[in-house]
């Protein structure tokens, strides 16, 4: 039942084939099943329960028409704030925090009757590309993951006393969540498997939405999407992973790593489901003065879709260097599958892309440094004993509380926006910024409907390989193909297409025009329905006690 | 008992940010900066420098909301009670902007002359202060709101010109920017507290060209701004609560030289205290250049006590404030109806034409009506208008009829104000219909009462609006007499009915009411009367002494209208008019005069004085400066009526004289009687041995315990 998609499950729903409370409960006890793959850092259970019991109140007759997502099992990142629910972030700055209220998403999910099952695990702040740079360490891509279940049982009571006392005063800072212990080195060894290292990563910095999504936890997830941090783990983990246009969807209660290019991220197991979770987001909100005030209108998709007479461009300087074979190899499949279903596929290009990552070096660190400035321990997170100033209570408050790699672009950040530097990089790194966006909107003026292209270079690499270069390098590497999207402010969706010579997912990703969600979905639909992608199914572990 | 000096002149550095608490600096410590040097310069010196001054003006913005969140915007409302998850930072959270905020700064801006920006952002401003929560501010350094502006002003500086001069200063921009929170020091324990209540509410603020030449010119240019805030509603433009605050930038050069290095005076809170501290920072300037040493580049603050500004201890480093366009906050857009876009709802949009047409008659324009209509002098249409509300009066009083507008402009700015003021009500919260003051000045016009009859009649009617003026004179019989002989013939009974006659400059001792002193003038056939006796008590206070010579002064004029009159509480007399000339003086209790900025009440005087840290150290003060003692609270009035008079004070708690001794009883410092009435506002028993009064509108006057030395309060002198 948790490889549904979340549409097969709310028509089972509907028909009353399940209910709310049983898929809840499967969900719980999948999560509980996959603790070792990291996707969540704080289980919301028994906020769950209630909401499932609240859902399935709802589909009970007489009671009028249940919302749009009722008894629909979700996860939410752990960079959106839940109301009373901690929201870390995955540092160790917000580890004690708890906001006190709900980010805009989350209340819509709710209002929408979704069942939150959890927190997913992130990169700190969202810094990152493989969600391996989190206080609680990194997260598992569930493919071809080596499940241990000799000491299930044992893991599992460890981690429900853990879990009885997050609050415990007494407990060290770094030894507070059971997954943290772990990160030092004791995880794998409670799993009964010191030698186990060559899992993959799941791409991040959404890496626990995803995970959470392809391993039946839930059934859709909320990521943000600043470089590709939701694109890059739905390929990763072969799931469908929607980023829309900037001011689509509130930023409100999403707590910022770029305000200018964040935007929140969906996660779901088919492109019908991406559809019914952004009708159920999308809109103005009052609280986020980015978000466009025209009414939005609901994106239905018709199973019976044509290609024909569609522009699809194929932009030349998307062949970056290290794509593995197996992805060129899709995506010139899937260029020919268009072109042979009757839509025009043309070579296209965008100069200026080279120029993305530096650009987006720059304008990252300024607005990491801007934002981080809050994060002082006053007000609220994390606050030191260093008292000895106030100066010196903020330095060593955010010297721990912080990464390196937050840590290193705060510093950089605050070095390109120094009056005598303010010119030459943020000025400089902005025009260049307006060029990218430019060169997608002479492609779009220019009768190209949509944009094909990798998501990232190759297939989820192994995690050992993975943190052999730091952060810094590797998202360079990994951001190639989504991150001039995040620049341009346009949409872009990722949809898992084939298994690579490894067995592992590869996904394309499909870019569209400002506010052209419903084209380009209508698309990624049709890419989906001829791919026929083999899902993660991961129903044998309901088989083991 | 007294506090240990040794401990009040140890100046405390504050373990959090490392400023030293201006409580611990006793203030004479402060006046110790000599004068005396800036005397030696005499007026030679003084022209041949130019003062140069530039005003930044931050304005809040009286919306009922902030600049960005929903919380609301109350002067004084309890500790962290007006903070939105915005105002605190929470992460997450983001910006929206305040329609109302833009619509007053736009209306202010047109108001000011400014060019609007059609296109106005935001940035964000970055340094780390515990009371700026997100470690920046958003303000609008790039492209403000509006820029380029002109603002008519009068100066009227009688040292300088016995006429008040209309002048221009040019604004240099109008910009929207957040305000910050506050932060408490408590040295003694070591901590810095938070007041997140102000941060984020709406400021305006106002930049002009460095144009200004003294002090008087810039204090007179910000009287002019807060009258236009005020007019226009944007701002209360209170400067004691901080509504509109003031940081000058001074330099001093010789004509045909290059500007001079400057500095910059921070937090001028009172219009008094930006046309002194500029006064003084130029006179400090042109005398450390003439002594051959240099300026440096620095912020200071200015102390009003003392009228001396000091270097700012936390030395401001250089900070680069590394701005960034704020990411969260889409360009504003103005329009007006040209460029205003089609289909779009007016409530999405601003239109700069609509608040164009919500511009009221602005205080220029004020005066020059005043001016031309009526016929008044500049400086009569200025005083009028100086005074929110007044102008309106004035045009009920005269609307529709015959009056003198000469008649009742004076009578308005002259007695009216001076009522008011000894009162303490503005012209808006006064009782005193326009009607009454028709009726008085259209007595006034036809001799029926003297002007001091006037005064008297409009205080009678303040202090029972329901009357008519017509009822109060007729009631006391107060109409002048203005037959001769009557007259005559009232006076030579007065004289014989009281033989006393004191010989000139014979003192009258007070304490007897009701007593009636009649001196005939040396020469009958002198018009003009001479002093011949003043009394009152002998006051230390120089500026009662300076009010009484006014007062003589006064009478002298009178005395060249052949009329000279006086008014004796019983009614006895009320007019002497003769070739052989009186005086009287009636020496009642409503006329021992407190002095100036002294408050009567009860037959005593009050004087509220800014912050000590013992009660001690403020009864010394009260003993030496004022020859008074910290106040002793007797009654539930006199509670009252002091907790009123500290209210209106920027400390919140002030010292009474109430001291707990070591048997436990409270007792009065200065001669140890036991404390019979008292007013604590806390029903259990209190642990500390000080006291102070502290008042709320909800709870009234009601008295703290305090720890003796802990805290910095106001005092209050009673004598």
């Known amino acids: 039942m948790l490889s549904l998609t979340l549409k097969s499950a709310l028509s089972q729903l509907r028909e009353g084939k399940t209910s709310a409370k049983e898929l809840c409960e499967k969900c719980i006890e999948r999560a509980a099943k996959l603790r070792e793959l990291n996707a969540l850092v704080t289980e919301t259970f028994q906020i769950a329960r209630s909401q499932a019991e609240h859902a399935a109140a709802g589909y009970s007759v007489g009671s009028g028409e249940p919302g749009p997502l009722a008894g629909i099992p979700v996860a939410v990142k752990d960079n959106f704030c839940t109301k009373g629910v901690r929201t870390s972030c995955a540092s160790h700055m917000l580890q004690n925090y708890a906001p006190p209220y709900n980010a805009t998403m989350v209340q819509k999910m709710a209002d929408g009757g979704a069942v939150l099952i959890g927190k997913t695990n992130l990169d700190e702040y969202g810094m990152g590309s493989a969600s391996v740079e989190s206080i609680y360490g990194a997260t598992r891509n569930p493919w071809k993951y080596r499940f241990s279940h000799r000491n299930n049982v044992e893991f599992e009571n460890q981690v429900e006393q853990s879990n009885n006392g997050p609050d415990n005063e007494n407990n060290d800072l770094y030894t507070s969540h059971p997954a943290m212990r772990g990160y030092k080195g004791s995880l794998s060894e409670r799993m009964g498997d010191k030698n186990y290292t060559d899992w993959h990563v799941a791409g991040g910095s959404s890496g626990g939405s995803a995970v959470a999504v392809a391993s039946g936890i839930c059934f859709g997830a909320l990521g943000s999407d600043t470089g590709g941090s939701t694109r890059n783990p739905a390929s990763y983990c072969g799931i469908v992973g929607l980023k829309s246009t900037y001011g689509l969807l509130s930023r409100h209660g999403l707590i910022p790593l770029v305000n200018s290019m964040d935007v929140p991220g969906i996660f779901s197991r088919s492109v019908d489901d991406a559809a019914i979770l952004l009708n159920c987001l999308a809109g103005h909100d009052v609280f986020d003065s980015t978000t466009v005030p025209d009414e939005y209108n609901p994106i239905h998709l018709p199973d019976d879709i044509s290609v024909k007479g569609l522009h699809i461009g194929i932009p030349k300087e998307y062949h970056a260097p290290g794509t593995s074979a197996d992805v060129i190899d899709a ?14 596929v043309s070579q296209v290009s965008l100069p200026h892309t080279q120029y993305s990552i530096l650009c987006y070096s720059v304008l990252c660190c300024c607005e990491v440094a801007s934002n981080m400035a809050r994060y002082d321990g006053i007000e609220f997170g994390l606050r030191t004993n260093d008292m000895a100033s106030t100066e010196q209570l903020y330095a060593d408050s955010r010297h721990k509380g912080f990464n390196d790699v937050v840590r290193g672009r705060i510093f950089a950040g605050n070095y390109f926006l120094l009056r005598k530097n303010y010119e030459r990089y943020f000025l400089k790194a902005q025009r260049v910024r307006r060029l990218i966006s430019d060169d997608f909107r002479t492609v779009f003026n220019n009768g190209v409907d949509l944009l094909l292209t990798p998501t990232t270079l190759s297939d989820a690499p192994r995690h050992d390989w993975y943190v052999q270069e730091d952060n810094r390098t590797r998202s360079v590497q990994q951001d190639v193909y989504t991150q001039p999207i995040n620049l341009a402010g346009v949409p872009a969706v990722t949809v898992p297409i084939c298994l690579s010579c490894n067995g592992l997912p590869i996904g394309l990703q499909l870019i569209g025009q400002h506010f052209g969600e419903k084209q380009m979905l209508l698309a990624a639909k049709w890419m989906e329905q001829q791919c026929c992608f083999p899902s993660l199914n991961l129903d044998f572990l309901d088989q083991i006690p | 008992m007294a506090a240990p000096l040794n401990k009040m002149r140890t100046e405390i550095v504050c373990r959090l940010c490392g400023k030293i608490s201006r409580s611990f600096v006793h203030r004479p410590l402060l006046r110790c900066q000599p004068k005396r040097h800036l005397r030696k310069h005499n007026n030679q010196s003084r022209e041949k420098w130019k003062g140069v001054v530039g005003l930044e003006i931050h304005a809040q913005i009286a919306t009922s909301s902030k600049l960005f969140s929903g919380s609301a915007t109350h002067f004084g409302a309890p500790t962290n009670t007006q903070v939105s998850f915005f105002d605190a930072a929470l992460p997450g959270t983001l910006p929206v902007l305040n329609r109302g905020c833009v619509e007053a700064s736009v209306l202010t801006a047109l108001a000011l002359g400014c060019d609007i920006n059609r296109v106005s952002k935001f940035d964000r401003k970055h340094y780390f202060y515990a009371d700026l929560p997100a470690g920046y501010q958003i303000t609008q350094q790039r492209q403000p709101i509006a820029r380029l502006g002109k603002v008519q002003y009068v100066v009227y500086d009688p040292a300088v010109n016995k006429y008040p001069v209309q002048t221009v200063a040019n604004l240099t921009q109008l910009q929207l920017e957040q305000d910050s929170g506050k932060s408490l020091h408590d040295t003694d324990e070591g901590q810095s507290l938070i007041d997140l209540n102000r941060a984020g509410v709406g400021l305006m603020e106002i930049v002009t060209e460095p144009e200004f030449t003294s002090g008087e010119d810039a204090a007179s240019f910000i009287k002019e701004l807060q009258l236009i805030l005020q007019v226009l509603g944007t701002c209360d433009g209170k400067m004691a609560e901080g509504s509109l605050r003031v940081d000058a930038n001074i330099s001093v050069h010789k004509q045909g030289e290059p500007l001079g290095v400057r500095t910059e005076v921070k937090n001028l809170n009172s219009i008094r205290s930006v046309a002194k501290a500029i006064e003084f920072e130029i006179e400090r300037q042109i005398c450390e250049l003439e002594r051959g040493r240099s300026i440096a580049n620095e912020t200071r603050s200015f102390d009003p006590e003392a009228g001396e500004t000091v270097p700012m201890r936390d030395k401001e480093k250089i900070l680069d404030y590394r701005f960034m366009p704020e990411p969260n906050l889409p360009p504003l857009h103005l329009y007006d109806d040209k460029s205003m876009p089609e289909g779009v709802k007016p409530s999405d949009v601003i239109s700069i034409d609509a608040i164009q047409k919500r511009l009221p008659e602005l205080p220029n324009q004020m005066r020059e009506r005043l001016q031309g209509q009526h016929g008044l002098t500049l400086l009569q249409a200025a005083l009028i208008v100086s005074e929110e509300g007044l102008v309106r009066l004035f045009d009920d009083v005269i609307c529709d009829s015959k009056r003198n507008p000469q008649t009742v402009a004076n009578f308005l700015s002259n007695e009216y104000l001076s009522l008011l003021n000894k009162r303490d009500v503005s012209v808006i919260e006064s009782p005193v219909r326009s009607a009454v003051i028709g009726e008085v000045c259209d007595m006034l016009e036809n001799s029926d009462i003297s ?50 006659r004191p010989s000139p400059g014979n003192k009258i001792k007070s304490g007897q009411p009701d007593q009636v002193w009649i001196t005939p003038c040396p020469d009958n056939k002198t018009k003009f009367a001479q002093e011949q006796v003043w009394t009152t008590r002998q006051s230390s206070h120089k500026k009662t002494k300076s009010r009484q010579k006014d007062y003589v002064r006064r009478q002298h004029v009178e005395g060249r209208s052949h009329v000279f009159r006086t008014t004796h509480s019983s009614g006895a ?4 008019y003769l070739d052989i000339y009186f005086t009287l003086f009636p020496l009642t209790a409503q006329t021992v005069s407190c002095g100036h900025l002294w408050k009567e009440f009860q037959g005593s005087c009050y004087f509220y004085d800014y912050g000590t840290n013992t009660p001690e150290a403020a009864n010394e003060l009260c003993k030496e400066t004022h020859d008074a003692h910290l106040v002793k609270i007797t009654s539930e009035e006199e509670n009252t009526f002091v907790g009123k008079l500290v209210s209106k004070t920027t400390l919140p708690i002030s010292w009474i004289a109430a001291k707990r001794s070591e048997s436990g009883e409270w007792k009065w410092i200065d001669n140890g009687e036991n404390v019979t009435f008292k007013a604590w506002a806390l029903k259990k028993k209190s642990v500390f041995n000080c006291a102070g009064i502290i008042y709320s509108d909800l709870t009234g006057a009601s008295w703290v315990s305090l720890n003796c ?8 002198c009673e004598r």
């Not at chain 2, 005559?488 to 006393?500: A, M, N, R, V």
């Not at chain 2, 007399?573 to 002497?576: F, G, L, V």
């Not at chain 2, 030395?709 to 209050?716: E, Q, S």
């Open chain 2, 709 to 716: 030395d802990l805290y910095y309060c106001g005092f209050v």
């Open chain 1, 331 to 344: 995506w010139r499949k899937m260029a020919d599958m268009f072109d042979n279903a009757g839509a025009k």
């Open chain 2, 451 to 500: 002007l001091k009859i006037a005064k008297r009649v409009i205080e009678e009617v303040f202090d029972d609006p329901s009357q008519s003026a017509a009822d109060v004179v007729r009631e006391n019989d107060w109409r002048q007499i203005t037959d001769e002989e009557e007259l005559e013939k009232l006076c030579q009974q007065i004289i014989s009915d009281h033989p006393q």
């Open chain 2, 573 to 576: 007399c009320r007019a002497c």
